[in-house]
């Protein structure tokens, strides 16, 4: 988990001495991209931490990190990795769609390296790993395309980068336990360089919303209130406003939902344990009652349930993009300099069809005053 309370103490980890770097790296990857001396350090961040005090604190940063150290450590951890397998190689593909090749990208929150185990040497020419559970970090998986790769552990709420040093930046299920998003936006953007992008993807709000309903109408009927048994998601309509005030442009954000079914509820609690993903929040209650939860169940089943007998569970996903601004980026052409009028927009269709047949649409468009210049 990070560590975000009264100071922060993160290390930066040497990489493997036979793994294979990127040559223009090899000397100064450190020094032109963190802000540490050397390739391992231990530094405190008193300075920083001390600017977040108006940050709302939900998330216990340390819980997270145990939470996810513990699920590294379990034998079977692979059989946990169906969900995030799936939104990393998501979120690669997005990668794929920018026809451009990043010279340095990071991978923050990384897990298992579930972004980058995707990406290929068309796309990245040097990655960076980023996560601060170690143990985790210790299992990540790198390019199958012999991408350069270094690992690194760190806080998301804390980035090591300097400014202007990197050129991608993606994140896959990871910020949703962040307290301080803007925050983190903000570090992002001011690491990226001009025209850099950032590509991101989290749950959203109606994540296990049948596993929250369930259980609170179990704690409502049994225990008379209702405790937060599931974590705090954001929401779409304040993630576009949040890019947009940290300085990101031509932001792009769309929805997806991921239904995964189970035999029952307690599989998909016992599931999300081995995802590293339980509750962290500081109110979270630290224990729950065996007739509040086989009453949740009984609840789930009879709500949500499917014919065969099992109970879905919804994974809202929200993906994210959006560019540090730049002077070759499009921008919207300033207010009042239309040359087109709405009124106009019914000769359109007279216009096309006129142009076909007499094949002089580029003089009858000048005539209708629909465009200024020649089209080329």
């Not at 793994?19 to 231990?42: A, E, G, M």
């Not at 601060?132 to 090591?160: T, Y």
């Not at 009124?343 to 007279?350: A, F, I, S, T, V």
Request: charged share 25%; net charge negative.
């Amino acid at each position: 988990m990070l560590y975000c309370l009264f100071h922060l103490r993160s290390i930066a980890s040497l990489p493997d001495p036979q793994q294979k770097l990127h040559p223009d790296h090899l000397n100064r990857r450190f020094t032109d991209i963190y802000h540490v001396p050397n390739s391992r350090v231990l530094w405190q961040s008193q300075r920083r931490c001390a600017s977040t005090n108006n940050v709302m604190n939900v998330f216990d940063r340390e819980t997270k990190q145990r939470q996810k150290n513990r699920a590294a450590a379990l034998p079977d951890w692979n059989v946990y990795e169906y969900v995030k397998e799936e939104i990393g190689w998501r979120v690669a593909d997005r990668i794929f769609d920018v026809k451009r090749k990043f010279d340095v990208g990071v991978e923050l929150g990384s897990g298992r390296g579930y972004v980058s185990r995707h990406v290929i040497q068309e796309s990245m020419g040097y990655l960076m790993q980023c996560e601060m559970a170690d143990k985790l970090l210790d299992q990540s998986v790198g390019p199958e395309d012999n991408v350069p790769l270094d690992r690194l552990v760190a806080d998301e709420e804390f980035l090591p980068f300097k400014d202007n040093s990197l050129d991608i930046v993606v994140s896959s299920l990871s910020l949703h336990w962040v307290n301080d998003l803007p925050g983190t936006f903000k570090q992002v953007n001011n690491a990226l360089k001009s025209d850099g992008a950032f590509i991101a993807a989290l749950f959203g709000g109606d994540t296990l919303y049948e596993l929250r309903c369930s259980l609170q109408m179990a704690e409502l009927e049994r225990d008379g209130g209702v405790s937060p048994h599931i974590s705090p998601f954001t929401e779409a309509r304040d993630l576009g406003g949040l890019l947009a005030r940290t300085g990101y442009t031509l932001v792009t954000l769309d929805v997806d939902e991921l239904r995964v079914n189970y035999p029952s509820m307690f599989e998909l609690m016992h599931d999300l344990q081995g995802m590293g993903e339980s509750n962290a929040a500081w109110n979270r209650p630290l224990s729950l009652k065996r007739d509040t939860l086989l009453a949740a169940a009984s609840i789930y089943s009879e709500m949500y349930g499917n014919e065969d007998g099992t109970v879905p569970a919804t994974f809202q996903i929200f993906y994210l993009i959006g560019w540090k601004a730049d002077k070759s980026q499009q921008k919207p052409a300033e207010r009042g300099s239309q040359t087109v009028s709405l009124h106009d927009l019914h000769k359109l269709d007279k216009l096309i069809d006129t142009a076909t047949k007499t094949e002089k649409n580029i003089d009858d468009l000048e005539k209708l005053g629909l465009f200024t210049d020649k089209p080329t």
